[in-house]
């Protein structure tokens, strides 16, 4: 792919993840769609089972943001493992590409779990399962989760 033609749509893929999450939230979903509309190759289906990484799993905080994790499946669509070639090894390629994501975003934003970043966007976590604290959880966090989530969507499609 041309390099500017790269750059504009990671650019793209930026604007539609943010825009996304301010809008519905469901961060993994949002880069996976962001992904799907710029360079394609996301299914529907891998969009519709992220859904519950949500929030670090289960809107659960504990587990990592979901950004991030809708970014290493956007990868691993294009370059894991499919089922009948389990027997051919690891797909090492794969696991580097997550690698230098997981790095970068943990350079970028200073942790990966989704606790780890609602304190260094708030300075505290929160029980999103309670109405009361998800809704100042939301008003704290500002922008701050869509632009994690912009951030996922332009570095994968510059990784594709």
């Not at 792919?1 to 996304?20: H, I, S, V």
């Not at 939230?25 to 992220?50: E, H, W, Y």
């Not at 905080?61 to 389990?86: E, I, N, P, V």
Request: neutral net charge; contains cysteine; proline residues 1%.
């Amino acid at each position: 792919m041309q390099e500017q033609k790269r750059a504009d749509l990671a650019l793209a893929a930026y604007e539609t993840a943010k825009n996304y999450e301010l809008k519905f939230g469901c961060c993994p979903q949002c880069v996976l769609s962001s992904v799907q509309q710029t360079v394609g190759l996301i299914g529907d289906d891998v969009i519709k089972a992220s859904h519950g990484l949500s929030g670090g799993g289960g809107l659960l905080g504990l587990g990592t943001c979901g950004a991030l994790s809708g970014g290493l499946l956007a990868l691993s669509c294009k370059r894991g493992r499919d089922h009948d070639k389990l027997h051919k090894g690891k797909f090492i390629s794969n696991f580097r590409a997550g690698e230098k994501l997981v790095n970068k975003f943990r350079e970028e934003f200073g942790g990966v779990t989704c606790e780890q970043l609602q304190r260094l966007f708030t300075g505290r976590t929160y029980d999103m399962w309670d109405a009361e604290q998800y809704a100042e959880f939301e008003r704290a966090r500002e922008e701050r989760c869509a632009h994690a989530s912009g951030m996922v969507s332009k570095w994968v499609v510059e990784m594709l």
